[in-house]
Each structure stands twice: as C-alpha cells, then as structure tokens.
C-alpha cells in the first residue's frame, strides 16, 4: 500500500471512529508502530486530524462547543432514540429510591414512562417538576435561579440543597461525551450543578442518544468512569473500556 493511499484510509477510520489508539492503527493497517506515528505526525500537521498521546481523533472529537440550544430546538431531535433511552431509564426506579433527574430533553422522557409511584423525585427542572406532578408522583423542586434557555435551575441556592442530600440514582443529561473530557455541557453554572449531584449520588445514569458520543462541550462536570451511560447505539469500544455502557 503506498503512503498517501494508507493515510487517506487512516483519516477515514479516525473520523468513523471519532478516537484510536496508535494499537488499533498498527492492527488495522498491518503497520508497525514507527510507520503509524509518522503518519500521525504528517496527518496532524496537513490539519486533518489531531494526534494526541497515544494516539488520534478526529477534527470534530477536538473542536469544542460553546452554544447551548433552546430546549424547543432540542426536543425535536433524535425522537425515538430518546424515547427508548427514557422509557428503559424508568424502567431502573425501585420502590426504595431517592430519584434525581436533571434538567434536559431526554430526561423530561424518563418521566412519561415512570410507574413508581413509591419512590421520591427531586429535580431542577421547572417544566420536569411540573410533570412529576400531574403524575401524582412525590416531588421537590430546588430552588435557585432560572436558565431561559435550558429551563433548568441552577446557581449557588441549587447547588447548596444538592449538597444536602444523598440519591439513590440520578438521571443526568449531557450535552457531549468524549474519551478526553469526560461528560461536558457549556454553562458553568449548569456544570457546577451537575457535578453536585453527580457527587452526591450512588448511582448516576446519563442519558444520551449517539449523537453525543465524540462531542465536547466547554465545561466538564464528570469523568467518564463516574456515571453509567444508557444510550441507542453501540459506540466504539474506547468508552465501553471506561465506564459501565446499556444500548437499548
């Protein structure tokens, strides 16, 4: 195989992959581990991927996001996979649990299909606090200051009460996953909040459809290994090798 040829399907199996190890390549183009990291090293400069220690991901794996869509604008993507992701989310909740469920569109799902009507529910989202209710379902709202664009709560106030209390289970969204950054989102008061009931959980779920895996947002609230991950697709095994991964 000549180099350029060889490149050319290096660039194409990174961004499929979104991160590989300088292994996978070996293994992949039968090449040794000098050859691969020369290529690396050309690729990386040719601005067609980026090389990172051990390794490479793609230019959209590196690129960070800083927007933060409306939550009518995120309502409306990937559906049905967040309607599987939501509906098996539910299906976790036991008569014992002390439930945190995030602000976000996917989590908003999860309580379509909750059928525990002995558990308690505690929550920063407004509208998610509001349908927590018409369920008749046992509910706390935290208190703090309101995000328009997310319609969460967040703040010093919110992430104080979190400190107080210790869930059975959260259900987190997320706005990106990566190998890198861990669970990322762009607000830092939103992050913060996060990271507090990450911290002050047993167990903590996000919920996240494929479109998220590769993504890095500004702010990091957790490490990959802290949370289990429920989502619609099977991903590339790097994550899986880092934390606990349910494909619905």
């Given at each position: 195989?000549?180099?350029?040829?060889?490149?050319d399907?290096?660039?194409?199996?990174?961004?499929?992959?979104?991160?590989?190890?300088?292994?996978?390549?070996?293994?992949?183009?039968?090449?040794?581990?000098?050859?691969?990291?020369?290529?690396?090293?050309?690729?990386?400069?040719e601005?067609?991927?980026?090389?990172?220690?051990?390794?490479?991901?793609?230019?959209?794996?590196?690129?960070?996001?800083?927007?933060?869509?409306?939550?009518?604008?995120?309502?409306?993507?990937?559906?049905?996979?967040?309607?599987?992701?939501?509906?098996?989310?539910?299906?976790?909740?036991?008569?014992?649990?002390?439930?945190?469920?995030?602000?976000?569109?996917?989590?908003?799902?999860?309580?379509?299909?909750?059928?525990?009507?002995k558990?308690?529910?505690?929550?920063?989202?407004?509208?998610?606090?509001?349908k927590?209710?018409?369920?008749?379902?046992?509910?706390m709202?935290?208190?703090?200051?309101?995000?328009?664009?997310?319609?969460?709560v967040?703040?010093?106030?919110?992430?104080?009460?979190?400190?107080?209390?210790?869930?059975?289970?959260?259900?987190?969204g997320?706005?990106?996953?990566?190998?890198?950054?861990?669970?990322?989102?762009?607000?830092?008061?939103?992050?913060?909040?996060k990271?507090?009931?990450?911290?002050?959980?047993?167990?903590?779920?996000i919920?996240?459809?494929?479109?998220?895996?590769?993504?890095?947002?500004?702010?990091?609230?957790?490490?990959?290994?802290s949370?289990?991950?429920?989502?619609?697709?099977?991903?590339?095994?790097?994550?899986?090798?880092?934390?606990?991964?349910?494909?619905?």
């Open positions: 195989m000549l180099t350029q040829e060889r490149r399907l290096i660039v194409s199996f990174i961004n499929e992959k979104s991160v590989v190890t300088v292994a996978e390549l070996m293994e992949e183009f039968d090449a040794s581990a000098a050859t691969i990291r020369r290529d690396l090293s050309a690729l990386h400069d601005k067609k991927i980026v090389k990172v220690f051990g390794g490479a991901t793609s230019i959209a794996q590196s690129s960070v996001n800083t927007f933060e869509p409306t939550v009518s604008a995120k309502a409306s993507l990937n559906i049905e996979e967040k309607d599987a992701i939501s509906k098996y989310a539910a299906s976790l909740i036991n008569d014992d649990d002390f439930v945190y469920i995030d602000s976000g569109t996917t989590t908003l799902e999860i309580i379509k299909y909750i059928t525990n009507t558990a308690k529910y505690i929550t920063n989202g407004i509208v998610h606090a509001k927590l209710l018409e369920k008749g379902l046992s509910t709202i935290i208190g703090g200051r309101c995000k328009p664009t997310t319609e969460a967040i703040g010093p106030d919110c992430i104080e009460t979190i400190s107080k209390y210790h869930f059975t289970k959260a259900f987190m997320t706005n990106g996953i990566s190998l890198q950054a861990g669970y990322t989102t762009p607000d830092v008061d939103e992050a913060l909040v990271q507090e009931a990450v911290k002050h959980s047993y167990i903590s779920y919920l996240a459809d494929h479109s998220k895996f590769g993504k890095v947002s500004s702010v990091t609230f957790a490490e990959l290994p949370c289990c991950i429920i989502t619609d697709r099977e991903v590339n095994k790097n994550f899986s090798n880092k934390t606990v991964i349910k494909v619905v």
